[in-house]
């Protein structure tokens, strides 16, 4: 299996390149074979790192995991994921100018960028996010900046029991100049591990996608969560204490949104076994009690694609207008989508139409999947019969304002030009996630513009100033709404609208499908 272009087995000199081989062709032959004269324990540290790196030495900020390369790049490496070359590619070239894009002696600071670019219930998403990201140094770095601003981006990979999101998250904290962190992950137990090192360090964070309960600085009290039904964890306590700040709107508001558009009481909530993941078993509890607690729930396993079918036909039982809470990841709702018009076009479903409300993970289902599976259930489901004629209907809360702010965000302007001119695809917008990712690093930059520019930036400065975003005080110019923040971290406004998903046209190829607000009468475009 050759896992390099020049090296088979990471090692050996790939014998389908020509003669003669470069002698840097030999090196890592080489440094295996001192380490071997030298000693066992040095040989796993290097043979870990040999396929992971873009030059000719290893780097000790870059190993593998499981498979799959991790740690820091603050160049165009990108962790041997093709689907990520041009982001980083765009964020190598803004650190190389960022220098020179601020005023004259301002001092330069190291913003770190902390994300899963693999796991599954990213998709295609992590690079969306990533290009948030890059627009908000691009940005940032522009006129009337004040500290140039390089972005360290740290790959924490698929969260599994081999994650490493600890290690590079401790790699970062020790970084020279690093001020702050935008992302740190998705909500689950590793992303609490991660807020609780970086505030041990005294770095701030701001997070773009968490947002499940028990993910602030103080265990999300106010929403007084029950967290019986999740595994044990810290984020059931708070995380991050005095450090950790998040632009998404936590599941309580969410949950709130979905209540205000739902006349009268669901028939089933779709979730998940088990309670391994925060995103779920801390919603849960929050949407049984904002209806009444008496909504009967049919699980299905993640693990297991064949329940979701058995899920369908459950909800397909019942001959009325049926509503179904979708609260689980948006990786599983084409599938169920799919199957649920299946089963109405086959006559075996006896609901009269299909009302399914989701949380804002539900937002994955507008844009492309890369596993072919799940592309073809989701553009199945968005252009069957049954859903252009709404008897069978998906409702979602915002992870951003990305719909809402193209009308009402003065902002939103900002950072489309900034997103479109660093050569990225403006239909990734749609999905919300660029959004998010753009106003954390906007949160933080607005932060770092308070402070003079020929003084050297602590990490600490840059916390205060990021606490001083509240309701009573400055608020963030963000591309999802202006930003504020409570006392324990968390956005301050009345949450997200709730939009219904329209359906994709025929041959729109990639084109994200577009949404309405679900409180207008208004139908979808036809």
Not at 153 to 167: F, I, K, M, R, T
Request: proline share 6%; glycine share 10%; charged share 20%.
């Amino acid at each position: 299996m050759v896992l390099s272009r020049r090296h088979r087995f990471l090692i050996l000199p790939s014998p389908d390149r020509p003669l003669p081989h470069r002698w840097t062709d030999w090196l890592r032959l080489a440094i295996v074979v001192v380490l071997l004269a030298a000693g066992i324990p040095g040989v796993p540290f290097v043979v870990n790192r040999l396929g992971c790196f873009g030059g000719v030495f290893p780097s000790a900020d870059i190993w593998r995991v499981e498979g799959e390369c991790v740690g820091l790049s603050d160049d165009a490496y990108a962790f041997d994921r093709a689907e990520f070359a041009a982001v980083m590619s765009v964020i190598k070239s803004q650190n190389d100018a960022a220098a020179g894009k601020c005023a004259p002696q301002g001092s330069e600071v190291v913003v770190g960028v902390l994300l899963t670019m693999t796991d599954r219930f990213s998709g295609v998403r992590a690079v969306h996010e990533l290009e948030g990201m890059a627009a908000g140094q691009r940005q940032a770095n522009g006129t009337g900046c004040l500290h140039p601003m390089r972005l360290v981006v740290g790959q924490v990979g698929a969260y599994g029991d081999g994650n490493a999101s600890a290690e590079v998250a401790a790699r970062l904290a020790r970084y020279d100049k690093v001020v702050a962190v935008a992302g740190i992950g998705l909500s689950n137990q590793r992303a609490a591990e991660v807020a609780d090192l970086l505030a041990a360090a005294k770095i701030p964070m701001v997070s773009d996608l968490i947002t499940a309960e028990g993910f602030d600085q103080h265990g999300s009290r106010e929403d007084e969560p029950d967290f019986t039904g999740c595994d044990p964890g810290s984020y059931q306590r708070g995380v991050g204490k005095d450090y950790f700040y998040r632009v998404a709107y936590r599941s309580a508001a969410q949950v709130k949104r979905l209540k205000e558009v739902t006349d009268g009481q669901p028939d089933f909530i779709m979730v998940p076994t088990g309670g391994s993941d925060p995103y779920t078993c801390t919603t849960l509890p929050l949407v049984q009690r904002a209806f009444g607690g008496k909504v009967t729930e049919v699980k299905f396993d993640t693990d297991e694609p064949s329940t979701v079918p058995q899920t369908a036909k459950r909800v397909c039982a019942a001959a009325k207008d049926v509503r179904v809470v979708y609260v689980a990841r948006g990786r599983d709702l084409g599938r169920l989508l799919y199957n649920l018009d299946e089963a109405q076009r086959n006559g075996q479903c006896a609901a009269t139409s299909i009302t399914v409300l989701s949380t804002s993970d539900g937002q994955r289902i507008r844009v492309a999947e890369t596993d072919p599976v799940l592309e073809d259930f989701r553009v199945k489901a968005l252009r069957s019969g049954t859903f252009a004629s709404g008897r069978l209907r998906l409702l979602t809360t915002l992870v951003g304002g990305a719909d809402r702010a193209r009308a009402d965000t003065p902002n939103f302007a900002a950072f489309e030009q900034a997103f479109t001119s660093a050569g990225f695809d403006p239909s990734h917008i749609d999905n919300g996630w660029p959004v998010n990712a753009y106003d954390a690093l906007t949160t933080i930059a607005e932060a770092l513009r308070t402070l003079p520019a020929t003084a050297p930036v602590r990490p600490s400065e840059v916390n205060t100033a990021i606490g001083g975003f509240s309701s009573s005080g400055q608020s963030v110019p963000g591309a999802g709404g202006p930003i504020t923040f409570d006392n324990a971290g968390n956005r301050t406004d009345a949450g997200p609208p709730v939009v219904r998903v329209c359906p994709l046209p025929e041959a729109s190829g990639a084109t994200p499908a577009r949404t309405i607000s679900a409180l207008l009468p208004a139908d979808c475009p036809r």
